[in-house]
């Protein structure tokens, strides 16, 4: 019975000795599955076996996915690292694993991703960076990601993605991005259009509700009518996915007003590039126009009446002068007609 015991555990050990099972995690050789899951790992097991296709490392606490983490894992198909502390991938870290189809990200906390981080899994099929905090997804997705079906990005930071992006997924099946601050404005038009084919392709979708502007707060971006964006470019603007930064900082800067007029202002979007909604700011710009018209007239009109209270004055004082000094004239020669048709002329000269 103890024999038996110490042999069967023997058995074990060997096996996992041979098959390099990393400590804590249960392994399945004839699936090629390591299973770490909710191990309360601190990192990534260090001697993952390499023929490994399937490894659960979801429920842990890893924080850190560095360039060696799954260095000599070529064969791994599907990752989970779903349900832990990621905070930093290095650009390098699944740059071998280049048959992984499922890479699960969930539930992290990851506020960056480097451009090229994903550049090597041209068998990607399924990505799910959801509730993270992610403010921009990497600029290069989809460059070689091409095969992507699921894409999963719900739950995070970011306000805008770029139709350029979305439609390098040419087999593309789901996508998932609520609970995100979509930004509704002119570029989102591009996202708008995308969707729609994608839904008419046969696509599935969740609702990208919209954050700003403020006018479109709450709003599925699939219901917000096209005419709002009449007044956008044809073409939209050249955003890139990954200068959300900026605009994030600009419209906080515009909070309690209406961003759509402060952005004029600003210079930094195209004139039209919100879209508006339509009887307010044509009655506001009625009044405005009405308010600087009147401005105006009244100001020509109150100069002119400054002109002639100046000139009716002088008028006024160069007439009282004269009559004084032609009743002197009188005084002093009471039958000189001559001399006052004289003196006569100059003066009108003067006022003329
Ligand atoms: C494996 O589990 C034991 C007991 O829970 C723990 O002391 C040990 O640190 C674990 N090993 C690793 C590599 O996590
Ligand atoms: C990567 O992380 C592992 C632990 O997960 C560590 O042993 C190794 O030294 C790290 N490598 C580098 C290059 O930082
Ligand atoms: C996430 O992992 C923790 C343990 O690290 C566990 O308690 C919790 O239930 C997990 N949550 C989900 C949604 O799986
Ligand atoms: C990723 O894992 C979460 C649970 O941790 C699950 O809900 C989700 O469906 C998974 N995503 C994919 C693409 O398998
Ligand atoms: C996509 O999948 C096809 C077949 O499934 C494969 O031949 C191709 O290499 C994959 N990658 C790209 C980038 O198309
Ligand atoms: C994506 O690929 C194109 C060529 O296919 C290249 O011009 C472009 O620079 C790449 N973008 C990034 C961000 O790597």
Not at 40 to 57: A, D, F, K
Not at 312 to 320: D, F, K, S
Not at 323 to 350: F, I, Q, T, Y
Request: hydrophobic share 35%.
């Amino acid at each position: 019975m103890r024999g038996s015991l110490i042999f069967t555990s023997s058995l074990i050990l060997l096996l996992h000795v041979a098959w390099g099972c990393p400590e804590n995690c249960s392994c399945q050789t004839s699936s090629k599955m390591v299973d770490c899951s909710y191990r309360e790992l601190l990192e990534i097991p260090s001697h993952v076996p390499p023929q490994t296709q399937i490894l659960y490392l979801q429920g842990n606490q890893i924080r850190i996915i560095n360039q060696t983490s799954f260095a000599n894992l070529p064969g791994l198909k599907i990752l989970d690292l779903s349900n832990n502390s990621v905070s930093i991938v290095s650009p390098y870290a699944f740059h071998s694993l280049r048959s992984l189809q499922i890479l699960n990200f969930t539930k992290n906390v990851i506020h960056y991703l480097e451009n090229q981080v994903f550049a090597s899994l041209a068998d990607l099929k399924e990505l799910d960076l959801s509730s993270n905090r992610l403010f921009a997804l990497p600029e290069s997705l989809g460059n070689n990601t091409r095969n992507l079906t699921f894409l999963g990005i719900k739950q995070n930071q970011l306000q805008r993605i770029d139709r350029s992006v979305l439609e390098l997924f040419l087999n593309l099946k789901v996508l998932l991005g609520q609970g995100n601050p979509w930004h509704c404005n002119c570029h989102a038009m591009g996202l708008k259009l995308w969707m729609e084919n994608f839904l008419y392709k046969g696509g599935t979708i969740d609702e990208l509700t919209c954050s700003t502007p403020e006018h479109l707060n709450g709003r599925d971006l699939l219901t917000v009518p096209f005419e709002m964006y009449k007044g956008c470019p044809p073409s939209p603007s050249p955003y890139i996915i990954g200068s959300s930064h900026q605009h994030n900082t600009e419209h906080r800067s515009n909070n309690g007003r209406h961003g759509h007029h402060v952005d004029h202002a600003d210079g930094m979007l195209h004139p039209e590039c919100e879209p508006k909604p339509k009887p307010r700011p044509a009655s506001l710009r009625h009044a405005i126009a009405t308010v600087v018209i009147t401005g105006v007239v009244c100001g020509i009109v109150c100069l002119m009446m400054l002109a002639a209270a100046v000139y009716g004055c002088a008028y006024a004082a160069i007439m009282a002068r004269y009559h004084r000094e032609l009743k002197e004239v009188e005084h002093l020669a009471p039958a000189g007609e001559h001399g006052s048709a004289e003196e006569r002329e100059p003066l009108d000269r003067s006022l003329a």
